[in-house]
């Protein structure tokens, strides 16, 4: 779904150097889903686990952060990816590596160890666009605005696993 949506955007937004930042992250993110659909099976998740959102809650989310289709909405768009959705997959994953024994379950704790240098360097530089981008009080203010909607979002669907997303908590 994330890898559609950033190979959807690269053709409505107009920033060449906005482009050329998402191809690469759409591959990445392809990759990663094909990773664990390798590696679920191999741990015994049904099908319908691994299929399906946590629930009807993060579907929504995901739906919402990538509903911007619009190219006068490049801020919305990065802003969704690197602001709200790559940092909360950033603390999934880590979480996850530091909970995931090397000796029971290497394969998975490489798996994150991927995704995370892949994330971490997704955040970076697409954080640096969003600040290059919004060099206005409108576009901060937009930026902002769209954050803080899809991080209450993302707060009531209690992540990408759902209550299970950071070991158990439920959301508040």
């Known amino acids: 779904h994330l890898s559609a949506a950033l190979g ?7 920033e060449l150097d906005v482009k050329a930042m998402l191809g690469p992250h759409c591959y990445q993110h392809a990759w990663h889903a094909d990773l664990w659909r390798a590696r679920l099976p191999e741990l015994r998740e049904t099908k319908e686990d691994r299929a399906e959102p946590a629930n009807e809650a993060f579907a929504t989310f995901m739906t919402e952060v990538t509903s911007p289709g619009e190219p ?7 802003v969704g990816i690197y602001r709200v959705l790559v940092p909360h997959l950033l603390a999934t994953y880590s979480f996850h590596q530091r909970v995931t024994s090397d000796i029971v379950d290497a394969p998975t ?6 995704m995370i240098d892949d994330n971490v360097e997704q955040l970076i530089t697409g954080e640096m666009m969003i600040q290059d981008l919004a060099r206005t009080p409108e ?17 009531k669907s209690g992540g990408v696993a759902g ?5 158990g908590r439920s959301a508040v």
Request: charge should be positive; hydrophobic fraction near 45%.
């Open 72 to 78: 006068d909405e490049t801020i919305e768009k990065l």
């Open 8 to 14: 959807g955007w690269v053709a409505t937004i107009p």
């Open 163 to 167: 209550d299970r997303t950071l070991g």
């Open 139 to 155: 576009l901060c203010e937009r930026a902002g605005k769209w954050q803080t909607h899809l991080g209450v979002l993302l707060a």
């Open 109 to 114: 704790v490489r798996i994150l160890k991927f």
